[in-house]
């Protein structure tokens, strides 16, 4: 289903999805209504699913991880059910995805060392269900973002 938000909840949107700490009185100020009004549209994207989750990013290379590490892997699709639930319950797998392509999932992961990265990628590979595996390793991340493309918010805004 798709939800049709107005002007007031793209700023909404978008201000929370470049600070989720923004409060509802500096939101407020932004559009001219109150901040229980705020509130209330915050509640209603929420029920509507429009916001799932306002979360914390945490930095996992300050924590003494290594940059993420993001496995395809193409499996047979008559044991991809099974496969995709033990890859989930896997303690390095931080996302999970079933994708169109030759590699149809594709996992992230999140390893202390290159050195466990190999052991776990070996692990991985035995799999039941997996026949082929590819890794790429992070150098950098050049982009990250969690607001809408601006093209949207400017035909909204």
Do not use: C, W
Not at 6 to 18: A, G, N, W
Not at 62 to 82: A, H, T, W, Y
């Amino acid at each position: 289903m798709i939800v049709s938000l107005d002007k007031i909840d793209y700023q909404i949107v978008k201000r929370l999805s470049e600070d989720g700490r923004t409060s509802y009185r500096a939101i407020a100020k932004e559009t001219d209504l109150t901040d229980v009004a705020i509130k209330k549209r915050v509640d209603s994207l929420k029920r509507k699913g429009v916001i799932s989750s306002i979360n914390a990013e945490i930095n996992l290379e300050v924590l003494g991880f290594e940059k993420p590490v993001f496995v395809q892997i193409r499996s047979d699709m008559s044991k991809n059910k099974d496969l995709i639930k033990r890859i989930e319950s896997l303690d390095y797998v931080t996302e999970l995805y079933h994708v169109l392509g030759e590699y149809n999932l594709l996992a992230k992961l999140v390893l202390p060392d290159l050195s466990s990265a190999e052991e776990f990628i070996n692990r991985l590979g035995s799999l039941d269900g997996v026949l082929d595996i590819k890794t790429l390793v992070v150098l950098r991340r050049t982009k990250k973002t969690n607001s809408l493309p601006a093209s949207v918010l400017q035909k909204k805004l």
